[in-house]
């Protein structure tokens, strides 16, 4: 055999077809061989004994917030954050950058700042807001991976929630050009009705919080927006789902053939609503916490696969707009950060629940490649496929501290958490990015990834 870049030996690769003991061959980026005993010669060997290799996490859900606001969280340290996490692809979200992400220009703007800071690969979606609807095709031309509107307020006054006219003048348009619309789903008739009950009330403890964002507003939403979807055309993915009727709703969607996806984030299944009461604004995130009995809904259907994947939803911001001794939790910055622990966060929960890795595999790297245009090429462990991969140590624990944490911001619902298993290593595109919990790249290797050709529908 020819020499090669790296080989990984006598590792338990997770495959999408269960666990296998194996060596792995790597050529110019991409996996070249996948048996045991491979005896070419290579740059780089690595003894992953006792090791299991995930494909690397495909991470649909990130703000980073460059342009305009990388004090919160740049390309630069979010990609090493992704990185420590095992994390090789993640999609960036089109609002907490200035300008957000909502035409051509934007777009380009952010891939630039990506390609030259980014230590992993990345994908950009676009935004969908009152008045852009005509930027939405040229969005799609130029390589979004799909597009993302708010049904509830979304604090930042450079990216608008829509009202429903926007709504499905916009899926209209998406539907034509083959892309898919994340929606964050809640009703902001409901949630601003409440929140402004409670504000007049000066009611605004944990327990106030969670009542002003019910799972009735979430489920509200869902349901219009498959209304309008099934009206359109339009394919949608539900983005950070809480609550058990909301995905019922949505099952009975895909049974009746419609386009949907959807996901859910480890904050919603490794804590609940107590944890807000205890920790206060760093664990307010919107749809908020649930209640331990709704949090234990959410691991059975993880576990009954009725979610398709799992994200994130990093979504960090300065301390100073979480600082309880400046906001109360109602103007606290809502948004969990721990982009970092998906993979290790589902791990925890496979281990106890008994979860097949190759489940957990398919929940954070195979779904997201498939259902994005990427499966060609990413999102498993095999031959032509790039060279992502996260190798982890199950004999070993990983406690979360603000030395570890590689984010911008080290204020987190994860500090203190213990994890039963750690991530050893990372690899993007058969470079090692990450080994040994440090960040051992030389220099930013991300590309911008699209998805395949976009096929207009006439």
Same mark, same amino acid.
């Given at each position: ?251 009975? &969607?895909?049974? #009746?053939?419609? +386009?949907?996806?959807?996901? =859910?984030?480890?904050?919603? $299944? ?5 944890? %807000? ?112 991969? &996260?190798?982890? #140590?199950?004999? +070993?624990?990983?406690?979360? =501290?603000?030395?570890?944490? $590689? ?5 987190? %619902? ?45």
């Amino acid at each position: 055999m020819e020499r090669l870049d790296v080989v990984i030996k006598n590792g338990k690769a997770v495959l999408p077809d269960g666990v296998k003991e194996t060596d792995i061959g790597i050529k110019d980026g991409r996996i070249v061989a996948l048996q045991k005993g491979i005896q070419a010669n290579a740059s780089v060997m690595l003894n992953a004994e006792n090791h299991y290799i995930f494909p690397g996490v495909i991470d649909v859900h990130v703000h980073f917030s460059e342009p305009g606001r990388e004090s919160w969280e740049g390309f630069h340290t979010g990609s090493m954050m992704m990185a420590a996490g095992g994390c090789t692809t993640y999609f960036d979200m089109p609002l907490n950058g200035i300008p957000s992400t909502v035409n051509v220009k934007a777009l380009t703007e952010k891939a630039e700042i990506g390609k030259l800071k980014s230590f992993v690969d990345f994908s950009l979606w676009g935004g969908l807001v009152p008045g852009n609807e005509k930027d939405l095709e040229p969005l799609a031309e130029a390589g979004v991976i799909g597009f993302k509107a708010f049904l509830s307020e979304t604090g930042n006054k450079e990216f608008a929630s829509v009202d429903d006219m926007t709504l499905l003048n916009g899926m209209k348009i998406i539907a034509k050009t083959g892309k898919v619309l994340a929606l964050h789903s809640e009703s902001a008739s409901i949630t601003n009705w409440l929140k402004a009950e409670k504000e007049q009330a000066g009611a605004f403890s944990a327990d106030d919080y969670l009542e002003s964002r019910p799972i009735m507003a979430e489920v509200e939403a869902v349901e219009r927006a498959i209304y309008y979807a099934e009206l359109t055309g339009c394919p949608l993915h539900f983005v950070h789902i809480s609550s058990a009727l909301a995905i019922e709703k949505i099952e009975q &969607a895909k049974h #009746s053939g419609m +386009d949907i996806t959807v996901e =859910t984030c480890p904050h919603y $299944l490794l804590f609940n609503h107590q944890h %807000l009461r205890e920790l206060g604004t760093i664990a307010k995130c919107a749809p908020p916490l649930r209640e331990k009995e709704e949090q234990e809904k959410l691991i059975s259907l993880v576990i009954n696969q009725k979610f398709d994947m799992v994200s994130s939803d990093h979504s960090p911001c300065p301390f100073d707009l979480k600082d309880p001794k400046k906001h109360h939790l109602f103007a606290a910055w809502g948004g969990i950060s721990g982009g970092q622990f998906t993979l290790l966060s589902m791990l925890e929960l496979a281990i106890k629940y008994n979860i097949p890795f190759e489940t957990i595999a398919q929940l954070t790297a195979s779904a997201p490649a498939e259902r994005f245009g990427l499966s060609e090429w990413k999102g498993k462990i095999a031959v032509g496929f790039d060279a992502d991969l &996260a190798i982890l #140590s199950l004999e +070993d624990s990983f406690t979360v =501290t603000k030395e570890n944490f $590689l984010a911008k911001h080290k204020e987190s %619902l994860y500090i203190g958490h213990t994890f039963p298993s750690m991530i050893v290593a990372t690899i993007s595109k058969g470079k090692i990015v990450y080994q040994d919990g440090k960040v051992v790249a030389g220099k930013s290797n991300g590309e911008w990834v699209k998805p395949e050709k976009v096929e207009y529908v006439k």
